[in-house]
């Protein structure tokens, strides 16, 4: 079966650094997303990795560690409209299975 | 402009009634899915199909049936057997054996009466 942990939820302050970490365990990975999602809103693609290493996307970077099936969302340079959930989700095996993980709430602080 | 689309935006659902939710995509996507969120929480996968006239089922499919008779189309139905729907869904589509990402609709809120 799959499972994917990510922290229930984060506070950090305008202005700073975040690191949101997600593991997971899957048969079959073929790739990692994370999505924005603010409270009753469809969620928005940030990222998606394939390969490891570190994509970096304006203030957004993202990190995937295949043999260790962990990857992490940066957030630099929080701005108070980061204020939302974010979600990791695995695509995995030949029908390209996308399960999500109950995703991360940040509160960013003024 | 290409997109997905879900319809109604709001349902309310009686005791022992079944409901239908549109997903309609013009993206040409070969892969389609449906998840259930529950205030606070992640996305749950209900079904998910690949090509027209076959689906799977995914983690919580019990209680909801599909169709998937054109490529466009994936329409859910909340059967009377669900006895907690209430829930945002969310319709996604994307295309198969690429590295492309997952569209979202702007979901459905399901209540019930």
């Known amino acids: 079966g799959q499972n994917i942990d990510q922290p229930t939820e984060m506070t950090a302050t305008e202005g700073a650094i975040v690191q949101i970490n997600c593991t997971y365990q899957?048969?079959?990975?073929?790739?990692l997303f994370w999505y924005q999602q603010h409270a009753g809103e469809a969620p928005t693609f940030l990222s998606y990795n394939v390969l490891d290493g570190l994509e970096e996307k304006g203030r957004f970077s993202s990190f995937l560690s295949r043999s260790k099936g962990y990857s992490y969302l940066l957030l630099k340079e929080l701005q108070m409209k980061d204020s939302a959930s974010y979600l990791c989700a695995v695509r995995e095996g030949r029908d390209d299975k996308i399960i999500f993980g109950k995703g991360t709430r940040l509160h960013i602080l003024p | 402009d290409g997109g997905i689309t879900q319809s109604p935006k709001y349902l309310f659902r009686k005791e022992g009634q079944n409901v239908t939710l549109s997903c309609e995509q013009n993206?040409?996507?070969?892969?389609m899915y449906w998840y259930r969120q529950d205030p606070g929480q992640g996305l749950r996968l209900i079904y998910y199909?690949?090509?027209?006239?076959?689906?799977q089922k995914g983690d919580i499919a019990e209680g909801y049936s599909v169709s998937r008779e054109k490529k466009e189309s994936f329409p859910l139905t909340v059967t009377s057997a669900q006895k907690n729907p209430t829930a945002f869904y969310l319709c996604a589509s994307s295309q198969t054996a690429t590295n492309e990402k997952l569209f979202f609709g702007s979901g459905t809120q399901l209540s019930v009466l």
């Open positions: 993206l040409n996507h070969d892969a």
């Open positions: 199909s690949q090509i027209v006239n076959d689906f």
């Open positions: 899957t048969s079959g990975f073929n790739g």
